[in-house]
Protein backbone atom coordinates (compact mmCIF):
# COMPACT_ATOMS: atom_id res chain seq x y z
CA UNK A 1 0.00 0.00 0.00
CA UNK A 2 1.38 3.57 -1.03
CA UNK A 3 -0.14 6.48 0.17
CA UNK A 4 -1.30 9.19 -2.25
CA UNK A 5 1.30 11.92 -0.45
CA UNK A 6 4.13 9.68 -2.04
CA UNK A 7 3.31 9.50 -5.53
CA UNK A 8 5.65 11.79 -6.75
CA UNK A 9 8.06 9.35 -5.92
CA UNK A 10 6.52 6.46 -5.41
CA UNK A 11 6.70 5.15 -9.09
CA UNK A 12 9.85 4.57 -9.38
CA UNK A 13 10.70 3.81 -5.52
CA UNK A 14 12.94 6.74 -5.73
CA UNK A 15 12.75 7.45 -1.97
CA UNK A 16 12.18 4.89 0.47
CA UNK A 17 8.50 4.45 0.88
CA UNK A 18 6.31 4.48 4.10
CA UNK A 19 5.51 1.21 4.02
CA UNK A 20 9.34 -0.02 3.85
CA UNK A 21 10.13 1.90 6.62
CA UNK A 22 7.47 0.72 8.86
CA UNK A 23 9.64 -2.55 8.02
CA UNK A 24 13.27 -1.00 8.76
CA UNK A 25 11.94 0.36 11.62
CA UNK A 26 10.20 -3.77 12.64
CA UNK A 27 13.57 -5.39 11.83
CA UNK A 28 15.96 -3.00 13.58
CA UNK A 29 18.13 -1.76 9.96
CA UNK A 30 19.03 1.64 9.16
CA UNK A 31 18.95 2.48 5.72
CA UNK A 32 20.13 5.23 3.91
CA UNK A 33 18.39 6.74 1.23
CA UNK A 34 21.98 6.45 -0.40
CA UNK A 35 21.64 2.53 -0.29
CA UNK A 36 18.38 2.35 -1.46
CA UNK A 37 19.27 4.33 -4.43
CA UNK A 38 22.04 1.47 -5.06
CA UNK A 39 19.20 -1.04 -5.34
CA UNK A 40 17.51 -2.46 -8.66
CA UNK A 41 14.00 -1.78 -8.95
CA UNK A 42 13.18 -5.48 -8.36
CA UNK A 43 15.02 -5.49 -4.83
CA UNK A 44 13.40 -2.61 -4.30
CA UNK A 45 9.87 -4.51 -5.17
CA UNK A 46 10.96 -6.95 -2.53
CA UNK A 47 11.35 -4.81 -0.14
CA UNK A 48 7.91 -3.28 -0.45
CA UNK A 49 6.40 -6.81 -1.12
CA UNK A 50 8.01 -8.76 1.52
CA UNK A 51 6.14 -9.16 5.03
CA UNK A 52 7.53 -8.23 7.78
CA UNK A 53 5.21 -9.00 10.71
CA UNK A 54 5.19 -12.35 12.64
CA UNK A 55 9.00 -12.68 14.68
CA UNK A 56 9.94 -15.47 11.68
CA UNK A 57 9.11 -12.80 8.79
CA UNK A 58 10.89 -9.87 10.75
CA UNK A 59 14.25 -11.83 10.91
CA UNK A 60 13.46 -13.12 7.46
CA UNK A 61 12.93 -9.63 5.81
CA UNK A 62 16.20 -8.46 7.40
CA UNK A 63 18.27 -10.96 6.71
CA UNK A 64 17.37 -10.68 2.66
CA UNK A 65 17.59 -6.26 3.66
CA UNK A 66 21.50 -7.44 4.93
CA UNK A 67 22.12 -9.61 1.64
CA UNK A 68 20.89 -6.77 -0.79
CA UNK A 69 22.83 -4.42 1.22
CA UNK A 70 26.03 -6.46 1.69
CA UNK A 71 25.91 -6.39 -2.57
CA UNK A 72 25.90 -3.27 -3.13
CA UNK A 73 27.78 -1.67 -0.52
CA UNK A 74 30.09 -4.51 1.21
CA UNK A 75 28.68 -4.55 4.53
CA UNK A 76 25.50 -5.15 6.37
CA UNK A 77 22.53 -2.16 7.64
CA UNK A 78 23.61 -0.72 11.00
CA UNK A 79 21.44 -1.58 13.95
CA UNK A 80 18.29 0.54 15.10
CA UNK A 81 17.39 -0.53 18.14
CA UNK A 82 13.70 -1.98 17.92
CA UNK A 83 10.39 -0.11 20.24
CA UNK A 84 8.86 -3.58 21.88
CA UNK A 85 6.03 -0.67 22.15
CA UNK A 86 6.55 1.37 19.03
CA UNK A 87 3.86 4.52 18.88
CA UNK A 88 2.23 3.79 15.82
CA UNK A 89 0.72 0.59 17.62
CA UNK A 90 -0.98 3.06 20.55
CA UNK A 91 -4.43 3.46 18.92
CA UNK A 92 -5.08 5.00 22.85
CA UNK A 93 -2.79 7.59 22.57
CA UNK A 94 -2.17 10.49 19.99
CA UNK A 95 1.78 11.10 20.21
CA UNK A 96 3.11 15.14 21.08
CA UNK A 97 4.53 15.42 18.14
CA UNK A 98 1.35 14.65 16.26
CA UNK A 99 -0.55 16.68 17.65
CA UNK A 100 2.04 19.91 17.73
CA UNK A 101 2.55 19.32 13.88
CA UNK A 102 -0.90 19.21 13.51
CA UNK A 103 -1.63 22.11 15.44
CA UNK A 104 0.55 24.19 13.26
CA UNK A 105 -1.77 23.78 10.86
CA UNK A 106 -4.93 24.51 12.93
CA UNK A 107 -5.89 20.77 13.00
CA UNK A 108 -6.61 19.01 15.59
CA UNK A 109 -6.80 15.05 15.75
CA UNK A 110 -8.93 13.29 18.24
CA UNK A 111 -8.48 10.28 20.17
CA UNK A 112 -11.44 8.82 18.06
CA UNK A 113 -9.97 9.48 15.06
CA UNK A 114 -5.99 8.47 15.60
CA UNK A 115 -7.66 4.77 17.08
CA UNK A 116 -9.64 4.91 13.23
CA UNK A 117 -6.42 4.98 11.41
CA UNK A 118 -4.44 1.95 10.63
CA UNK A 119 -0.49 0.87 12.30
CA UNK A 120 0.96 2.13 9.07
CA UNK A 121 -1.23 5.17 9.06
CA UNK A 122 -0.22 6.29 12.72
CA UNK A 123 3.26 5.21 11.23
CA UNK A 124 3.48 7.79 8.36
CA UNK A 125 2.24 10.64 10.85
CA UNK A 126 4.44 10.02 13.67
CA UNK A 127 7.45 9.94 11.22
CA UNK A 128 6.26 12.76 9.18
CA UNK A 129 5.75 15.12 12.41
CA UNK A 130 9.22 14.49 13.52
CA UNK A 131 11.30 17.48 13.22
CA UNK A 132 14.47 16.10 11.27
CA UNK A 133 12.38 14.46 8.85
CA UNK A 134 10.74 16.85 5.43
CA UNK A 135 7.24 17.27 6.97
CA UNK A 136 5.95 18.71 3.77
CA UNK A 137 3.50 15.84 3.58
CA UNK A 138 2.25 15.99 6.74
CA UNK A 139 -1.08 18.02 5.40
CA UNK A 140 -1.69 15.81 2.83
CA UNK A 141 -1.20 13.01 4.74
CA UNK A 142 -3.92 14.08 7.17
CA UNK A 143 -6.27 15.07 4.33
CA UNK A 144 -5.45 11.61 2.66
CA UNK A 145 -6.36 9.90 6.12
CA UNK A 146 -9.44 11.87 6.17
CA UNK A 147 -8.19 13.72 9.28
CA UNK A 148 -10.01 17.53 7.88
CA UNK A 149 -11.83 18.30 5.19
Excluded at 83 to 111: C, H, R, Y
Aim: aromatic share 8%.
Amino acid sequence: MFFEFEADFVEALRCIPMQVRLKLDTCGIKLKLQDWNHFTQAERQILVEKPCLTPAEIIDYREQLNKILILHTGKPGTDLAVDENPPWMDAATVPESVSAKAQEFGVTITLAQWASLQPLQRFALIKLSRSSHENRNFLPAVREFHLVA
